[in-house]
């Protein structure tokens, strides 16, 4: 039988290159697309490196309705993942406009030229933000959608609504060789990094996010950690969130293209949480951190940061069941594969830095 084949826009960043690995691993042909806006090509050869493959790769901006047409023209694409996008709340709330307009034109070019080549299984990557501060936790895919707190988190929400009318749409009007069938994931807190340690994330400036920062802070990049908020209304006073491992996450994303693919869908448009099921406190995650690796962490308590919920974390029963999928790394080996990989990134600048020597 001929093998699937999976584009993944937005393949060179974080989340796309583990998924890229997982894909291959499980037998698809990838197509990688990226314009690396937010990134550069070291996840690309790390994946290339740990897969041992030549992957097809197109530099190209999702936002380019011409390119995204002829990519779908050029392979015959059974699948596609979209990651092309921006994703700093900050950000999106100083810049508006260029959020809305990179995250839907470059979603909407998927979807029309999925469109125009005969159909495709489109798989969303969507995030917990779109549930903001839940009343009942944990939350289900039931629980319902809050008003998004930031541009990002709005972006979210409309792609989601977006590939559900579309998906509607094309399972009415259309043959079923012809129709759009969608997933959206939405992932809770993804971290750590490959086992390999060749891919990772790899943040531009200053990050926004709680490992990044803690990793950066232990390789001296950073003086200190701020830990926003000890007064919180938990049992050490700071915010619980559901971290994922990338890896599990990267296999989700291959549960849910394999459900699509293999016509296992319940219905056409599918909604899954992706995390662990578990709370942990930024305080349990920094412990955490300091005793698998080995090492103290320079931190304090700082004020709240504006726009954090106090606590959200997964109820993961429909993905376990409907894509017979579980997280299974333990935080403890999340957070040394997230160490591991700061020290890899610390190795290749000291490589480079000799050579400019
Ligand atoms: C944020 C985004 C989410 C996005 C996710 C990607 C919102 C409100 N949040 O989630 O949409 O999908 O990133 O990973 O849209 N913290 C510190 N010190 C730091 C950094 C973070 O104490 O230097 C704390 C935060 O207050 C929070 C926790 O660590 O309690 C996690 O923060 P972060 O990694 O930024 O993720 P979220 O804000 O949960």
Redesign the pocket.
């Known amino acids: 039988m001929a093998k699937n084949t999976v584009l993944v826009s937005g393949g060179a960043g974080y989340i796309g290159s583990h998924v890229t690995v997982e894909l291959i691993e499980a037998g698809y042909n990838v197509v990688v697309a990226d314009n690396f806006s937010n990134c550069d090509a070291t996840c690309f050869e790390g994946v290339k490196k740990i897969t041992g493959k030549k992957i097809p790769f197109v530099e190209m901006d999702f936002c380019d309705a011409e390119a995204v047409n002829d990519l779908f023209a050029k392979y015959k694409i059974d699948a596609v993942i979209h990651f092309a996008a921006f994703?700093a709340?900050g950000e999106s709330v100083e810049k508006p406009v260029l959020y809305y307009k990179n995250n839907l034109c470059s979603f909407l070019n998927v979807l029309d030229a999925a469109s125009h080549h005969g159909g495709c299984n489109v798989l969303f990557s969507s995030?917990?933000?779109v549930y903001g501060e839940a009343e009942n936790l944990p939350v289900t895919e039931k629980t319902p959608r809050l008003p998004a707190?930031?541009p990002?988190?709005n972006t979210k929400q409309i792609c989601e609504d977006i590939l559900r009318d579309t998906v509607k749409a094309t399972n009415v009007n259309r043959s079923p060789e012809w129709a759009i069938k969608g997933i959206a994931l939405r992932?809770f807190?993804?971290i750590g990094a490959h086992p390999s340690a060749l891919i990772g994330e790899l943040p531009r400036g200053v990050p926004?996010?709680?490992?990044p920062?803690i990793t950066q802070t232990a390789i001296g990049k950073r003086e200190c950690?701020?830990?926003?908020?000890n007064d919180y209304p938990t049992a050490d006073g700071?915010?619980l969130?559901d971290y994922i491992d990338v890896v599990d996450l990267a296999k989700a994303h291959v549960a849910a293209v394999a459900r699509m693919l293999e016509g296992r869908m319940e219905e056409d448009y599918e909604i899954f949480n992706i995390g662990t099921g578990r709370p942990v406190s930024?305080y349990e995650l920094v412990s955490a951190f300091e005793k698998v690796n080995g090492l103290k962490l320079n931190y304090k308590y700082a004020p709240r940061?504006a726009?954090?919920?106090v606590a959200i974390w997964a109820d993961t029963a429909l993905a376990n069941e409907k894509l017979g999928w579980k997280a299974e790394r333990s935080v403890e080996d999340t957070l040394a594969s997230a160490w591991a990989w700061e020290k890899h990134i610390a190795e290749m600048e000291a490589v480079k830095a000799s050579s400019e020597e």
């Open positions: 994703k709340v995030s917990a933000t707190t930031s990002y988190g992932y807190n993804p926004n996010n709680l490992v920062f950690l701020s830990i926003f908020g700071t915010c969130r930024v940061r726009g954090d919920v």
